[in-house]
């Protein structure tokens, strides 16, 4: 496998979390972008989606995080996730999942997920926490809800997930797993 995975560094001494990574913030945005060009979204339904006002069901403040796990290829970033832990009521959510769309990556998404994944539960029973840790995918992008269906091997556990921002309202849908 020509990438390697980083986890999520510790937090700094203040407790706040390192900054967003760049490079990865890069690789959402190509993503937001393609559901524009496959038609999945218009350019103004992106705009709302992104925008930093926007408000996004699973994601209340105070929030801890990001958590990034990364997918490098020697200085580049090729794939990553982010973890957010909630406030209330206690849990944490996996957000942000993308990988370089070029034909050699594939699978690393898969890779970064079991590491973001992995990387939780070890957090929560070093901690002795139970808290649940969610996945959401938006309603209209079929790939993503089929592809987080076969990572979990099941159907989405909820609906009724959302983003609002401008007027307009997303709907998503979301699977809940727990520290076992």
Avoid: C
């Avoid at 218009?42 to 958590?67: C, F, K, Y």
């Avoid at 973001?116 to 969610?134: E, T």
């Amino acid at each position: 496998m020509p990438w390697s995975v980083v986890l999520p560094p510790s937090e700094n001494l203040d407790g706040t979390a390192p900054p967003p990574n760049q490079e990865l913030r890069a690789l959402m945005d190509g993503a937001m972008n393609r559901l524009v060009e496959d038609g999945t979204y218009t350019a103004e339904e992106i705009a709302a989606v992104r925008d930093t006002d926007a408000v996004r069901s699973w994601a209340p403040q105070p929030l801890h995080g990001p958590r990034t796990t990364l997918a490098v290829v020697g200085a580049k970033v090729v794939g990553g996730a982010e973890l957010f832990q909630r406030q209330n009521p206690p849990s944490w959510f996996l957000d942000n999942l993308v990988r370089d769309p070029s034909p050699e990556f594939k699978g690393v998404g898969r890779e970064v997920a079991e590491a973001a994944i992995g990387w939780w539960l070890v957090l929560n029973r070093y901690r002795h926490l139970d808290q649940p840790l969610r996945v959401h995918a938006m309603v209209r992008e079929t790939h993503a809800r089929d592809w987080w269906t076969r990572f979990f091997k099941r159907p989405p556990d909820f609906t009724g997930a959302y983003v609002e921002a401008r007027g307009l309202r997303f709907d998503a849908v979301g699977w809940i797993t727990y520290p076992v």
